[in-house]
């Protein structure tokens, strides 16, 4: 049996029947069936939890004339997210922002919440968090580009660029070539996404618990402030590269 949290063995203890059963008819054999819940996936939810509570008292306590507190931060965190969303995509970039912010904000919540006794962050844990966001940022600016595009000329895309001054002769080896190395590309985007963010945050967490139990006092909270710092880059490093691919699917060449 595997070391849970307590939160995480509160879950197993309510819900580990059912999520077994669930597994079993999707023919996933937990390795525990007595905890099929880990660590990462009951401090995800915890996150996904909280952020939808956060979420629902911004728009129940939105006010022209007198906002509070919090709105102002969720102000000023969606136009830094448009921001750079319109600096970099361009016009039309507004439809994307929800879904960049969001992101931004459940990894950014999934860094921090290993500084809280008692829990752990699933992104530094488990390397399939990581990877789950990484698909899902891959699939989403897929989806956009093939919407904004057409399926047709957004696969155009990775036969190479379409030069009309360019002989017949030399676009079909150009496209035969340039295929496998742009789908090699973007698949590559995923791992990269991935492992940046798991190593950075796994790295930050073991060397800030290092050094508390060496030196409770002092030094250590000097790591603990540059994992915090680690922490929120990492999140917008993940973001802007979700924006930077956003805006190679979307483009549209002239």
């Known amino acids: 049996m595997p070391e849970q949290l307590w939160f995480t063995e509160i879950l197993n203890r309510l819900f580990a029947g059912p999520v077994t059963a669930l597994l079993q008819a999707l023919h ?7 905890a099929p819940i880990t660590n990462a996936v009951a401090m995800e939810l915890l996150v996904f939890v909280f952020l939808v509570v956060a979420f629902a008292l911004v728009r129940f306590s939105l006010s022209v004339e007198n906002p509070g507190g919090l709105q102002h931060i969720v102000e000023g965190l969606h136009g830094f997210v448009s921001s750079q969303a319109e600096e970099i995509i361009g016009h039309g970039s507004d439809r994307f922002v929800g879904f960049l912010t969001t992101l931004g904000l459940f990894i950014l919540s999934c860094n921090l919440i290993g500084l809280i006794p008692g829990f752990e962050s699933p992104t530094g844990a488990a390397a399939t968090v990581p990877l789950g966001c990484a698909v899902l940022a891959f699939a989403y600016y897929n989806v956009q580009g093939v919407r904004t595009q057409g399926l047709g000329h957004y696969i155009a895309h990775f036969f190479g660029p379409a030069d009309p001054t360019m002989s017949i002769f030399m676009r079909i080896p150009l496209a035969i070539l340039m295929f496998p190395i742009e789908i090699i590309s973007h698949l590559a985007r995923m791992l990269s ?4 963010l798991w190593a950075n945050i796994f790295a930050g967490d073991v060397v800030t618990m290092v050094f508390f139990s060496m030196i ?3 030094i250590p909270v000097i790591f603990l402030g540059l994992h915090i710092f680690v922490a929120f880059l990492q999140a917008y490093i993940f973001m802007l590269l979700t924006i930077i691919y956003l805006q190679g699917a979307v483009a549209v060449e002239h």
């Open 28 to 34: 996933i054999q937990p390795q525990y069936s007595q």
């Open 216 to 218: 409770p006092i002092g």
């Open 193 to 196: 996404l991935t492992v940046r």
